[in-house]
């Protein structure tokens, strides 16, 4: 119960969530993201260049399709590329979230606990609601994994 206790400064909140959630992920993931957009706007900027000259006569309509269908290609690898990126992005844990969800169960734990105010089995619900792990040796709390 100790363990529940500690919860309750934000320090040791911020400390259980950097070794649990690792921030430089996000940004990795982020400056990828942003890599794959800029690259899919600068075949944008090329396909718009090849069509001015289409317009402007100085290309040859075929080889302006196959040129394009290129282009076409390669901006759709970014777009999936930078899709993919930001879909692995939103599985990564929501740090925020998960704090609050510590200091709210850390907050109230310890007091429900000493006036026994509600059942074991609640607080367990509780905790799993809260997306909370609890690892015990001997009956003693030794750890808490999101």
């Known amino acids: 119960m100790d363990y529940f206790y500690s919860l309750q400064t934000p320090e040791r909140v911020d400390a259980l969530l950097a070794e649990y959630g690792d921030s430089a992920d996000a940004e990795r993931l982020?400056?990828?993201?942003?890599?794959?957009?800029?690259?899919?706007a600068n075949v944008v900027t090329r396909r718009d260049r090849l069509a001015l000259a289409l317009a402007s006569g100085a290309m040859d309509h075929d080889i302006y399709r196959k040129a394009d269908d290129t282009l076409l290609a390669e901006l759709a690898a970014?777009?999936?590329?930078?899709?993919?990126?930001?879909?692995?992005?939103?599985?990564?844990?929501?740090?925020?979230?998960?704090?609050a969800q510590l200091a709210d169960v850390a907050g109230t734990f310890a007091e429900m606990i000493e006036?026994?105010?509600?059942?074991?089995?609640?607080?367990?619900?509780?905790?799993?609601?809260?997306?909370?792990?609890?690892?015990?040796e001997s009956g003693e709390v030794v750890a808490i994994l999101p």
């Open 115 to 136: 006036e026994g105010l509600v059942a074991p089995e609640t607080i367990a619900a509780a905790l799993q609601r809260a997306g909370v792990k609890v690892l015990c």
């Open 78 to 99: 970014h777009q999936g590329r930078a899709a993919e990126l930001a879909r692995h992005l939103a599985a990564l844990p929501d740090l925020d979230a998960w704090r």
């Open 30 to 40: 982020r400056g990828e993201i942003a890599a794959a957009e800029r690259d899919a």
